[in-house]
């Protein structure tokens, strides 16, 4: 199977012979492929559907449109399609970035992906795009699947909030970040990010969906600063990246920021509890550090 759909992809896109090619797995990463060809490497990615690669095409050629640098070009196929059908499948081809994962809880490191995504968001500011996308992982629908696990939690004193309590948490988070009209990666945390030539690349557009600016902002934030960081070196990292975002792109509202980071970690404390693959340990430990990195956050930011 992989051997004919790798085959095909000379019938779909001008490119010189294919020397190897191997698969990549990586988490919950969609099946991905490195393929090797005579001049050039290239990543072959399975899309959800065609809007998915109708919208990643578009972002990323508007941003690259702009002179921003910061994602990865998604080539055409021979016809000018953003994508190619295999069986009952599609995928696109993009240029291989060689690279690392950024270092996390690294000051420099924060304020390059400060830099990438402010510029990111700048070339999207005056986007007409259309998505049709919605948000997989919506606040209220993983609170609903997550809520009786809670309650067994609360009951044996293993979280501080009561079912009510999250309640009300989720209806002043969903109140505070509805109704909003920009574009945003949605799924903009460092597993989406390579550091490459001394600049941050950001890959991997497939959850992307009218939000507001203020989602991906936390989720970069968020996921580049270790969770057990102490709240000391945590100011410092936050800060850093609030200053360095505020000169390269709008200036940010850090009270806003805190609600954004808010909704960020309780939408993986519900995740967590969704999980199939976890442990009731593993569950309880990963919901603490949640908890207790947004009490720090709070404590920085309120």
């Not at 059908?85 to 994962?101: P, R, V």
């Not at 005056?126 to 629908?141: A, P, V």
């Not at 009510?164 to 945390?189: Q, S």
Request: charged share 25%.
């Amino acid at each position: 199977m992989n051997k004919l759909l790798i085959e095909n992809i000379y019938e779909k896109y001008p490119i010189d012979d294919i020397v190897s090619y191997e698969e990549i797995k990586n988490g919950n990463t969609a099946e991905t492929f490195l393929i090797n060809s005579k001049s050039k490497k290239w990543i072959l990615r399975k899309l959800k559907d065609k809007s998915q690669g109708d919208a990643e095409f578009t972002i990323t050629n508007h941003i690259l449109s702009k002179g921003v640098n910061c994602v990865s070009p998604i080539v055409p196929t021979k016809d000018g399609n953003p994508y190619f059908c295999f069986g009952k499948s599609y995928y696109n081809l993009q240029e291989y970035i060689n690279g690392m994962a950024p270092k996390v809880s690294d000051k420099q490191m924060i304020q390059e992906i400060a830099k990438s995504v402010a510029h990111m968001q700048d070339a999207l500011s005056d986007s007409d795009i259309s998505i049709k996308s919605k948000d997989r992982f919506d606040l209220i629908n993983l609170w609903e699947k997550g809520k009786i696990f809670w309650e067994e939690q609360y009951d044996n004193g293993k979280v501080p909030y009561s079912d009510k309590e999250v309640d009300e948490i989720v209806k002043e988070l969903y109140l505070k970040t509805a109704g909003n009209n920009e574009i945003v990666h949605g799924d903009l945390g460092i597993w989406n990010m390579i550091w490459t030539n001394d600049e941050i690349k950001i890959i991997d557009f497939g959850e992307s969906r009218i939000d507001d600016y203020y989602f991906d902002i936390a989720g970069a934030l968020c996921s580049s600063i270790r969770y057990n960081e102490d709240i000391k070196k945590m100011n410092e990292l936050c800060m850093a990246f609030v200053y360095t975002y505020s000169q390269s792109g709008f200036k940010i509202n850090t009270s806003k920021l805190l609600t954004y980071i808010q909704l960020w970690y309780w939408r993986g404390t519900f995740s967590v509890l969704n999980s199939e693959k976890l442990n009731i340990n593993k569950k309880e430990t990963m919901i603490k550090l949640s908890l207790d990195v947004i009490h720090k956050y709070n404590a920085i930011l309120a």
